[in-house]
């Protein structure tokens, strides 16, 4: 049995109510754990990428891509995880800050490419995109001042060059 590790898998789907509770359902129903779920239109309005990020072996994956092409609103699935693929998460992190940290935190900003997006009396907005790991450790060094509120979205990847998801249906 090949070992436990995370799948990005891209999904596309018929821009239809209801086919996120079934996609999600159906991953539910198994008992696999989704880490990570963004959904968004495509350049097609009529389509939508599903970005899941889920934990299992070759065989559960196997498994799990087959079991989406019988929903008859999945149009294409890729592992994402066995081809070279660009991903990114995007965070907002609204930090306690004062007159006398704001310096600290904006030097923190800096070095991560974040930007701030919102300041107010007592706090500070952060928006940071990258990768899961960098995100985390913006957040850990954000930390000791005193995070507020802090919301982040699901991975969305693409194929990396010229190659990309299409459109076909797959058998």
Do not use: W
């Not at 009529?46 to 079991?67: A, H, L, N, P």
């Not at 935190?105 to 790991?133: N, P």
């Not at 005193?146 to 459109?167: M, Q």
């Amino acid at each position: 049995m090949s070992d436990m590790k995370n799948y990005t898998l891209s999904i596309l789907v018929e821009n239809h109510y209801g086919v996120l509770t079934r996609v999600a359902g159906l991953f539910a129903r198994r008992g696999y754990n989704i880490d990570s779920l963004a959904v968004g239109v495509t350049e097609d309005p009529c389509v939508s990428r599903m970005t899941i990020v889920v934990r299992g072996d070759d065989s559960v994956i196997e498994q799990v891509i087959k079991q989406l092409y019988k929903l008859i609103e999945v149009i294409k699935v890729v592992d994402l995880s066995s081809e070279e693929y660009v991903d990114r998460e995007l965070a907002l992190i609204k930090v306690a800050a004062n007159k006398e940290n704001r310096a600290e935190i904006l030097q923190i900003v800096e070095i991560f490419r974040a930007k701030v997006v919102d300041v107010g009396a007592s706090t500070m907005m952060i928006e940071i995109t990258g990768s899961g790991e960098k995100i985390s450790a913006l957040e850990k060094l954000l930390k000791p001042f005193g995070i507020k509120e802090l919301a982040r979205t699901g991975r969305v990847g693409l194929l990396r060059g010229t190659k990309d998801v299409g459109k076909a249906r797959e058998e």
